[in-house]
């Protein structure tokens, strides 16, 4: 079995570390750089880095701040935002990015997909997808159980701004099969509430994809990362605000797994 990865994320804004809740009330988290050297001392798995606005804001992503970021660090970095071509791919790649993260050049261009895989390699090829739970009855959609009834999962764009009326687990197999690595799944309803992974969202998604599926959003302690390997079926897990903030660092979360016996990366 291979280890699972403890995975923090710079959430980007105007060069500086936010952090808010359910995508909305941003709050300062720090400086990108010294985030990084800290992660990379404390022995994170590797490091995202989400420019959160370049999208919105119809702009590439910030490759002098890349750079900088990129310098610092020995893990693997993966890099998004404002990803729209192969030409954005190579600069971020070229500027010290080992993977780069597509989600609304995705979704509007799906093609683009197999041509950054084909050309970059499907291991540098990580599709992002933000999803929101959905309780209307919709028998063209996947669905799984909850305790308020039957809901599935629908794709968000532009940072969270725009509903596609996609279906999340119909939308990442499609992905698979176009040439995405890996999928970096942020549930929406749980961001920044540090109440626990959505790990039926993580755990319907790794049953119907053969890539490695990344947990995103709701991370409070160390048993919620847990709860996302064993329950979610997750890969690897992300987290934000439970890591910069300090609550629970990066040797903390692994001490813990490693004694729940869970296999992670000295």
Not at 14 to 29: I, M, P, S
Not at 93 to 109: C, I, M, Q, Y
Not at 119 to 133: H, L, M, P, W, Y
Request: a negative charge.
């Amino acid at each position: 079995m291979l280890a699972k990865r403890i995975i923090p994320c710079l959430d980007v804004k105007e060069g500086r570390v936010v952090k808010g809740t359910h995508f909305l009330d941003l709050r300062d988290a720090g400086d990108p750089v010294e985030l990084a050297k800290l992660y990379n001392r404390d022995g994170a798995d590797e490091l995202v880095f989400l420019d959160i606005t370049a999208s919105p804001e119809g702009r590439g992503t910030l490759s002098r701040l890349v750079r900088s970021v990129a310098t610092e660090l020995d893990i693997p970095f993966t890099v998004g935002g404002g990803i729209r071509t192969q030409e954005d791919v190579r600069d971020v790649l070229r500027n010290g990015a080992d993977k780069t993260s597509l989600n609304t050049a995705a979704v509007e261009h799906p093609e683009l997909i197999t041509e950054i895989s084909d050309v970059f390699g499907a291991q540098c090829t990580v599709v992002a997808i933000d999803a929101r739970r959905r309780f209307e009855e919709r028998e063209d959609r996947i669905t799984v159980q909850t305790p308020q009834g039957p809901c599935w999962f629908e794709v968000y764009t532009y940072g969270g701004r725009k509903a596609t009326g996609m279906d999340a687990l119909e939308w990442a197999a499609r992905a698979e099969e176009l040439g995405a690595g890996e999928l970096l799944v942020t549930s929406m309803d749980r961001d920044g509430t540090k109440r626990g992974f959505d790990n039926l969202l993580y755990g319907a998604m790794s049953r119907i994809v053969g890539v490695p599926v990344v947990a995103s959003g709701g991370a409070g302690e160390p048993r919620h990362f847990l709860e996302a390997f064993t329950e979610g079926k997750a890969d690897a897990a992300l987290a934000a605000s439970v890591f910069h903030y300090g609550n629970y660092p990066v040797p903390v979360v692994k001490e813990y797994l490693r004694s729940q016996g869970v296999e992670v990366r000295k």
